[in-house]
């Protein structure tokens, strides 16, 4: 589970949303601080931007100030009582000083910043100054920290702190710089003592870049900061478990005894929780919660707590087992292609009783006087013997008398705000007998209403499972104990086969959630459109969607492509370069919608970056740009985009011969790895007929080959180590259009004399046949493997293992405004984004099911595609 996105679920009920736009105005606004509702000085400009409300002093000529692009930035941290006092501070002291300056302007911001999943790098700061040198960071400090003396905020992880106020210091960029960094990607940037630049680096903890000297009237902070350690404590920490913004989580021994522990670290004002518990009040809930519930055999046993520095500890028992989500992965029957009914029929009796020795624990901790409040499959363990479990993770239980609402959950076990005390752990556990079977609960907090539909699937898939055991969850789940209300409707929706039906409703979907009158998204998607230059690329913006509407038929959407060129007019510092992330992306969908000259001004602009940097893959490296001058260079003839994919080409040609690192572990799939290069040189050596450029991409599906490996049941998948993955984006189905592509030519089949390349092509057909993906998506989820299925020419590529792929995608099917939408990745909102969301299930579905389309992915167009039977064509 991704942390990140529940932060982007806050502001809006159906889509991923900046948190900031709480506070943008409207009836359902955040409240703002006082200061932050001040007339801006005259002399001065002020902007939002992101969570930040921003205050410049201005020239003579009312532009700006000069100052400074980087140095030495003061931040200050703030809690939530004192932070509107803070804010007045600052501003009372900047403004007539000219001294530029930032702050969070509400308090809901605020918390986000420092909730517990929120952003490391991040935490903490409230307000930001940009001293013009060494002499006035000095002054402002004196200064300012004396009058800020006294206040406390949660410690800034990347910064060094000044004295014991809440004031912190770091080296960084003050205006926006980009560069391309090390692994390719294009990065917040500062320059270096020679002038270049390099990336800024924002790691949770202090450093001083290379060529910077610390001020000698910092040393003594530093050396203040290193004075805490964990030397004199009786417990040797051996690996660290677990890190969120409230602090860590580690495995040690007692050297007293022995004895493994689990030691627990709470960080003072940080990790809040939304009722406003700091991460230490929370460990403190834990502690006295597992007290009350000692000697049940179901939790771990509390052995010590103690205070390092300003930081709170908790030390428990360490148990032995695993997480109940780790047994998905290998018992899950609907992970293979043809599940044997013995194999379903022994999962869904151990399922049942896993749910009830959970319902047992549960009952042992209600019978103590306490509610766990945030029960999922994360926080239960399962024993040895996988049959008896634990509960884990007690920091947000409560006394049952106090009949209160959860303040921390998972997505998927997230109760209703109806729901109190010994109820809420009564909806989670509805929930788990449903997540056992299919874990995807995660829906119910777009709509709980589908519910029914999955019991529904889960007893087609389980026929063994209790349909009573079904039916109790989804009348728990489904109802509302408010007065005069009703349970939610079942959800209405058309089926994905049933085209052309569900491509129109669709489609209509998706131009329902358009935004035009915005200028950071044009339609909702996954929460990567908030930092890639404005929601403007293939995977997850604008150039996306409008590309799956083209290829599958719709008609044209005029306003949408007014909106891309306006915002491209220039695009927005900072925008990526390549296919799927950036400007190439676009320049290849505006090209192919006829705004030839806007495309050809982007590839120009691109051109004038060190785009020789960029990574190798496709998603955002060289492999993208160059298949996007390649067929630029082929529909307009000129000789420069022609000459910059050879050398495109050419350069991946040479990395490809170059060794490759041990470490780190190189990725591999169509957006990230070796094949995404190799489609390039495919298509390079399609356009010149070089022989060196088949060798090399065939050598770079090799490279990806060698990161995969074979299941029991014959699935070839990426292999990352603690994981293996299926699918379009980052796993084998990608790997495998690719190399069905390679095979289509004479030389390369000639080439796989051993047969390797074949019995991978078997492989990922078995990988893309499973009866269960957890996420509907293109590049992550079922919706690649409809792709995949409609394209390839493998042999057993049959119309039934397509047709089960489509039926399986109305498993996720939801409503918006009455027409078929998907959920985007995380699936607690819908999108609509190529990537992640409905226009990727749109692309999948037309070239599943549409005879007439050439629905397809840049470069990799249709090869052959069977027939599902009894679809709707």
Request: net charge negative; charged share 25%.
């Amino acid at each position: 589970m991704d942390k990140r996105y529940e932060v982007y679920a806050l502001a809006d009920r159906h889509f991923y949303e900046t948190p900031d736009r709480l506070s943008a105005g409207g009836p359902d606004a955040a409240p703002l601080y006082e200061t932050a509702r001040r007339e801006v000085p005259e002399g001065w400009s002020a902007a939002r931007v992101g969570d930040w409300l921003t205050l410049t002093p201005l020239g003579p000529d009312g532009t700006p100030a000069p100052g400074p692009a980087q140095g030495w930035k003061i931040h200050a941290s703030a809690t939530r009582r004192n932070a509107e006092e803070i804010a007045a501070i600052v501003w009372d002291y900047c403004v007539p000083r000219s001294i530029p300056f930032k702050f969070v302007p509400g308090p809901h911001l605020l918390h986000l910043r420092n909730t517990k999943y929120a952003a490391r790098d991040g935490s903490g700061k409230f307000v930001t100054v940009y001293p013009a040198d060494e002499e006035r960071l000095h002054l402002v400090l004196r200064e300012l920290g004396g009058l800020l003396e006294g206040f406390e905020g949660p410690y800034i992880l990347t910064d060094l702190r000044w004295n014991d106020g809440p004031l912190y210091v770091r080296h960084g960029a003050f205006a926006r710089m980009f560069v391309v960094d090390e692994r390719g990607s294009l990065v917040p940037a500062v320059r270096d003592g020679d002038g270049r630049l390099v990336p800024d680096r924002r790691a949770p903890s202090f450093q001083v870049p290379e060529w910077v000297t610390l001020p000698a009237f910092l040393r003594p902070q530093l050396a203040a900061r290193n004075t805490t350690t964990v030397g004199e404590l009786p417990y040797r920490i051996e690996k660290a478990l677990h890190f969120s913004n409230g602090g860590g989580v580690y495995a040690g021994t007692d050297t007293r005894d022995g004895r493994r522990v689990v030691l627990k670290e709470g960080r003072p004002h940080a990790g809040l929780a939304s009722d406003g518990a700091d991460a230490i009040s929370r460990l403190e809930r834990e502690k006295q919660a597992l007290e009350r519930v000692a000697g049940t055999g179901v939790v771990p046993e509390v052995r010590d707590w103690f205070t390092l520095g300003d930081h709170r500890f908790l030390v428990m028992d360490f148990l032995e087992g695993r997480p109940l989500n780790a047994f998905f992965a290998e018992r899950h029957p609907l992970l293979a292609t043809d599940p044997d009914p013995g194999a379903v029929a022994a999962y869904s009796a151990w399922a049942v009783r896993i749910h009830r020795a959970v319902e047992r624990a549960v009952e042992a901790v209600h019978a103590r006087g306490i509610v766990f409040n945030d029960l999922h499959v994360f926080n239960i363990m399962v024993a040895p013997d996988e049959e008896s479990v634990y509960l884990v993770d007690f920091e947000a239980a409560a006394p049952v008398s106090e009949q209160g609402r959860q303040v921390v959950a998972h997505p998927g076990f997230f109760a209703p705000p109806d729901r109190r005390g010994i109820d809420v752990d009564r909806y989670a556990l509805a929930c788990l007998r449903l997540a056992l079977f299919l874990p995807v609960t995660t829906l119910f907090v777009v709509d709980r209403g589908k519910a029914g539909h999955l019991a529904e699937v889960v007893k087609e898939q389980f026929p063994d499972v209790p349909r009573e055991f079904l039916d109790e969850a989804v009348a728990e789940i489904t109802r509302d104990v408010a007065a005069g209300t009703r349970p939610p409707a079942p959800p209405s929706f058309v089926e994905p086969g049933d085209w052309p039906y569900s491509r129109d409703s669709m489609v209509k979907a998706i131009l329902a959630s358009a935004t035009p009158e915005r200028d950071d998204r044009l339609f909702p998607g996954d929460i990567a459109q908030f930092s890639d230059g404005g929601g403007l690329g293939l995977a997850h913006g604008a150039a996306g969607v409008l590309h799956a509407l083209a290829e599958t038929g719709a008609e044209r959407y005029e306003e949408g492509e007014r909106w891309l060129l306006a915002r491209t007019a220039p695009p927005p510092v900072g925008t990526p370069l390549g296919l799927y992330d950036g400007l190439a992306g676009v320049a290849h969908v505006l090209d192919r919608l006829g705004h030839r000259q806007r495309a050809l001004d982007l590839v120009e602009g691109i051109l004038r970056e060190r785009w020789q940097n960029l990574s190798s893959d496709l998603h955002g490296g060289l492999a993208g740009l160059g298949l996007v001058l390649g067929g630029l260079a082929r529909t307009t003839g000129e000789a420069e985009l022609r000459e910059r994919a050879a050398e495109a080409a050419h350069i991946l040609v040479r990395r490809l011969a170059e060794p490759r690192p041990a470490k780190p572990r190189p990725r591999a799939g169509l957006m990230r790895g070796a094949s995404g290069p190799a489609l390039f040189l495919l298509r390079q050596y399609e356009a010149t007929g070089e022989p060196e450029l088949l060798s090399a991409a065939r050598l770079a599906l090799r490279r990806d080959l060698e990161c995969c490996a074979f299941r029991e049941d014959g699935a070839l998948e990426v292999d990352e180590g603690w994981r293996t993955l299926p699918y379009l984006g980052d796993g084998s189905v990608g790997l495998g259009m690719v190399l069905d592509d390679c095979l289509t030519h004479a030389e390369a089949d000639d080439a796989d004399g051993d047969g390797e390349f074949e019995r991978a092509r078997s492989g990922v057909l078995t990988a893309a046949g499973s009866r269960f993906y957890a996420q509907p998506g293109l590049f992550q989820g079922r919706a690649g493997m409809i792709l995949h299925l409609a394209r390839t020419s493998t042999p057993g590529a049959t119309a039934e293992r397509l047709a089960r792929q489509v039926s399986g995608l109305g498993w996720f099917a939801m409503s918006y405004q009455g027409q078929l939408a998907f959920p985007g990745h995380q699936m607690m909102r819908l999108s609509m984004d190529l990537g992640t969301g409905t226009a990727g299930c749109l692309l999948a579905l037309g070239a599943a099911l549409d005879p007439g389309t050439t629905a397809h992915l840049p470069f990799l167009p249709p090869l052959g595609r069977p027939t599902p039977r009894g679809s709707a064509i």
